[in-house]
């Protein structure tokens, strides 16, 4: 049996995961989907967030855990966990990079996404008066992130949104190959992506190769297909 911790994307919390959990819990795996600082029911304000924060709330929860952890990365959330193997690589057993951002050493995610100037997710983010978080426009989302999802989980997902830092897409990530380097790397590609457009996507990968899974679905597969992320998730932590 195998422990995953699963990390989410932009403006979203761990309660994306909501179908993926006990799915894992059912087959005998340890399961954590924390909410980053900020996101989900984070006391934490968005716009006092930083990477660093990220790092440093997962840290803890990694240092608790018995076994390497299955590190598990949605959108947005493959910065963090990028930077979270740069600090904690022996306590991880593989990264996933679920329709990731991949870094490269020294960019930001900001850098990362510009290799694709048509994205649609930027056409729909409205940066907040202060310049520290963003939002996305609500007739944009449901086609961004749920294009595949059905009206209930779309719903339910939409209501729960948060403001995103805007600090995680604009900090460089240092990345080393002693240490990020050194832990197996996964891409699960999703092909019907509307925010992380799968040209992007194997753009990335082929910047910093990864074994690579494909997914026929959208931008969240933990909604629309979480039976058949649970099989690669397990076949990942068996390799």
């Known amino acids: 049996m195998a422990t995953f911790m699963l990390v989410h994307g932009a403006a979203h919390g761990g309660w994306c995961w909501e179908k993926v959990v006990p799915l894992l819990e059912a087959h005998g795996h340890r399961v954590c989907a924390p909410d980053l600082p900020g996101m989900g029911k984070d006391q934490m304000p968005p716009a006092n967030v930083t990477l660093a924060d990220n790092v440093e709330k997962l840290s803890r929860l990694l240092d608790k855990?018995?076994?390497p952890v299955v590190l598990v990365g949605h959108s947005l959330g493959g910065i963090t966990i990028s930077a979270l193997a740069e600090a904690r690589r022996r306590k991880l057993k593989a990264l996933v990079y679920l329709c990731a951002i991949l870094?490269?050493?020294?960019k930001t995610g900001r850098d990362m996404s510009s290799l694709d100037p048509s994205a649609m997710w930027r056409l729909s983010r409205q940066v907040s008066p202060d310049g520290l978080?963003?939002?996305f426009a609500r007739d944009r989302i449901p086609g961004l992130f749920y294009a595949d999802v059905s009206p209930e989980d779309r719903y339910r997902?939409?209501?729960?949104?948060r403001p995103q830092p805007l600090s995680i897409s604009t900090t460089p990530v240092t990345l080393t190959e002693e240490r990020f380097g050194s832990v197996p790397r996964w891409y699960i590609e999703c092909i019907f992506d509307n925010a992380v457009k799968?040209?992007?996507?194997?753009?990335m990968v082929k910047l910093t190769p990864c074994k690579v899974i494909s997914m026929e679905c959208g931008h969240s597969p933990?909604?629309?297909n979480p039976e058949?992320?649970?099989e690669h998730l397990e076949a990942?932590?068996?390799a």
Do not use: C, K, N, W
């Not at 870094?103 to 020294?106: A, D, E, L, N, V």
């Not at 997902?157 to 949104?161: N, Q, V």
């Open 133 to 135: 978080t963003y939002t």
């Open 228 to 230: 058949e992320l649970v």
């Open 103 to 106: 870094p490269q050493p020294g």
């Open 157 to 161: 997902a939409m209501e729960r949104l």
């Open 222 to 224: 933990f909604y629309s």
């Open 236 to 238: 990942i932590a068996q």
């Open 65 to 67: 855990m018995d076994e």
């Open 198 to 203: 799968i040209s992007l996507q194997r753009q």
